[in-house]
């Protein structure tokens, strides 16, 4: 199975910050990396495909970049909305898909 | 619009078992395979099952393969996760979310969720 190791585990920003939450793999899993966002008591969301693709209807604000172990969801001007938990997911070698531990994002 | 409605959440007893449904509505239910993932109280995403757009092929988590098994009828617009052998550890929030269909396996419209608690 392909580990997913997330950092940091909690952060806390201002609004207008800009924030990166990293995601690495077990082994190279080319750009097969999903990532959602999770509010208290909903279900995930996907934001961002395939490392960089932005999903229909989520904010600009919202990137991702990476290929190989090494990932990145960045936020470039934090929001109070994006009060979250974040988590990377693979779906390189499947079955099973894995999911990161997940980060914690906190407004100051 | 795309729905994904779990039901059949609830209390079951160690050993018991419980079917959770989820239906679909608002795409073509038969293009897509969808999954189960799941969320112990307080803790992050595990990944349940997947069955494909036919029926034909699925796959489980090594924690509950053999218990659990995952069926949908395309006639009905639902999938099915059949859980049986219920153990304390299977307390949790279960989702179903549809896979994209992508290389990249994206999960793209997820339900609200369904609470199983085993006491």
């Known amino acids: 199975d392909i580990q997913m190791t997330q950092s940091p585990s909690s952060l806390s920003a201002s609004v207008g910050d800009s924030v990166t939450i990293t995601c690495r793999a077990g082994?190279?899993?080319?750009?097969?990396v999903n990532w959602y966002q999770q509010k208290p008591g909903k279900a995930p969301n996907l934001l961002i495909y395939a490392a960089s693709n932005l999903q229909r209807g989520v904010p600009s604000r919202f990137s991702g970049s990476g290929s190989g172990t090494d990932f990145t969801l960045t936020i470039s001007s934090l929001q109070p909305e994006d009060s979250a938990t974040y988590y990377c997911q693979q779906s390189y070698s499947t079955p099973p898909w894995t999911f990161g531990q997940g980060t914690k994002v906190e407004i100051k | 619009q795309e729905q994904l409605v779990e039901s059949g959440g609830g209390v079951g007893q160690p050993g018991r078992s419980l079917r959770l449904s989820c239906e679909v509505s608002g795409f073509t239910f038969s293009y897509y395979a969808f999954h189960w993932v799941r969320q112990a109280p307080g803790k992050g995403l595990e990944w349940v099952a997947v069955i494909s757009s036919d029926g034909s092929r699925t796959h489980y988590a090594e924690s509950v393969k053999g218990r659990f098994t995952i069926s949908r009828d395309n006639s009905k617009n639902t999938l099915y996760l059949q859980m049986n052998s219920l153990t304390a550890e299977d307390t949790a929030v279960f989702y179903c979310?549809?896979?994209?269909?992508?290389?990249?396996?994206?999960?793209?419209?997820w339900g609200q969720g369904a609470l199983v608690t085993v006491s």
């Open positions: 979310a549809r896979d994209q269909g992508t290389p990249s396996g994206p999960l793209d419209y």
């Open positions: 082994q190279s899993i080319s750009t097969f």
